[in-house]
């Protein structure tokens, strides 16, 4: 990372690294709070370090400081309680807490960024660990251990784009803003963020500050196209909008295109352990088939209906497991279930979500694409609720657009769903004003 910051400060020292309602940074600012951060974890011996912080431009700062001296950084997620900080320290031995939160139990990162001293010389080649925690959003949080040198792999082909202006609707925390990070270094552009990673606060700085690149999940650009529709202010002039995180319905690609006309739009499939992503640009539901051809920095395989990855910059292990001693050859099932359909590999939904519905399994995403086709829907969740007859039954959860008709939207619920098999027909529908989410993402686990 420091590298990245390094470059871009030595061609634009005063071009804004990020803007943020709270503070705004050059390039040069931030790799001199970096180097100053750094030396204070090597005056203070730091070897290892989580980063507990609400402002984005702190965590970067943080994040670069660890790469420079070779600590391992690890982020949490900023909207953590304080029982789960207590779980991840003791989960992941973190006797050491960066927090500008005054915690008691934290150095201030105040204290790193103003340390009188700074590191300018970096480790020499070898091993500088980074740890980045898993999205959580079907099971507990795990630790993927990465390295620096093996995650810069992915920049090494992005051109410099110093007018390109990025949202981080991702906390730092997650794999899409750690890798928006090392997007936006490398390409010498600007990071900006809101007040918060909500949708509304998203749209409030792309409008603030001309936004022309954003990327986020599907859940967060329904919510942002709600947004639009209830405040019917103007729309961001965007030129790029990219999704990743979650399956992608054809629905949503189709609202995108029809609101923010002048944006190109691109699927990214990514995971934490995987150490990179790959792009697709064809405006298409899936990946293309070809992806499952051998070679290449990203290649897939289907096992079982599962759809495995295999990278160039995978991580080394999970925390607490042994490393391998080839990461690069090492096939990785992404729990992610598919299917081969024509020249595309389609998501059908998580092997954690398969519903069973007396020994029929049922995939909730091709329910949860048709019911979304609805006008009048904003967001949707099917999932599994428990039967005392056939196991589970097929249950959704319905956000609905502002004065849309309930009683219609359940009739055209059932009517969208009548020529599915019976297993697969949603058998309760509630209407809901949320749904529950984390980092942006739609929470998903098993039967209710």
Not at 53 to 82: F, H, K, M, N, R
Not at 408 to 419: E, F, G, K, T, V
Request: proline content about 5%; aromatic content about 6%; hydrophobic content about 40%.
């Amino acid at each position: 990372m420091i590298e990245l910051l390094r470059a871009a400060a030595s061609e634009r020292p005063d071009h804004y690294a990020i803007r943020t309602p709270v503070r705004e940074l050059t390039y040069a600012q931030l790799v001199e709070r970096a180097e100053r951060a750094a030396g204070a974890l090597r005056d203070r011996n730091v070897q290892r370090f989580a980063i507990l912080e609400d402002d984005p431009a702190t965590t970067w700062t943080l994040l670069a400081a660890a790469s420079l001296v070779g600590a391992e950084a690890c982020v949490y997620p900023p909207a953590a309680s304080e029982e789960e900080i207590d779980r991840f320290r003791v989960k992941f031995a973190h006797d050491v807490l960066v927090s500008s939160r005054g915690r008691t139990d934290a150095l201030h990162s105040n204290e790193l960024e103003s340390f009188d001293g700074r590191v300018r010389d970096g480790l020499p080649s070898g091993q500088r660990p980074v740890l980045i925690l898993t999205s959580g959003t079907s099971g507990p949080a795990k630790g993927a251990e990465h390295d620096w040198g093996r995650l810069l792999r992915m920049t090494e082909r992005v051109e410099p784009t110093p007018h390109h202006r990025w949202l981080l609707s991702y906390a730092t925390n997650q794999f899409g803003g750690f890798q928006i990070l090392l997007h936006v270094a490398a390409s010498h552009a600007t990071l900006v963020a809101g007040a918060s990673f909500r949708p509304r606060d998203g749209l409030s700085a792309m409008r603030r500050w001309d936004v022309t690149h954003a990327s986020g999940t599907p859940t967060f650009w329904r919510f942002l196209l709600a947004e639009l529709v209830s405040d019917a202010g103007p729309v961001p002039a965007l030129r790029q909008i990219t999704l990743s995180g979650e399956a992608i319905p054809e629905p949503l690609l189709r609202q995108l295109r029809e609101t923010f006309v002048d944006a190109n739009i691109s699927q990214i499939f990514g995971a934490t352990e995987m150490g990179q992503t790959i792009t697709v640009r064809d405006g298409r539901p899936g990946l293309p088939i070809d992806f499952l051809d051998e070679g290449g920095d990203v290649t897939f395989r289907v096992v079982d209906g599962e759809l495995h990855v295999r990278t160039r910059s995978a991580m080394r292990a999970y925390f607490g497991e042994a490393p391998s001693d080839d990461a690069d050859s090492v096939w990785r099932a992404t729990g992610d279930l598919v299917e081969v359909v024509g020249d595309r590999i389609l998501f059908r939904g998580r092997k954690t979500e398969v519903i069973n519905v007396g020994g029929v399994k049922v995939h909730p995403l091709p329910i949860e694409e048709r019911v979304s086709r609805i006008d009048g829907i904003a967001l949707v969740h099917a999932y599994g609720r428990q039967n005392a007859m056939v196991g589970q039954i097929v249950a959704i959860d319905v956000v609905a657009l502002p004065g849309a008709d309930e009683d219609a939207l359940r009739a055209s619920i059932a009517q969208a769903c009548a020529d599915l098999a019976p297993a697969a027909r949603p058998r309760s529908v509630k209407f809901v004003t949320s749904l529950e989410t984390s980092g942006n993402k739609i929470s998903r686990g098993g039967a209710k």
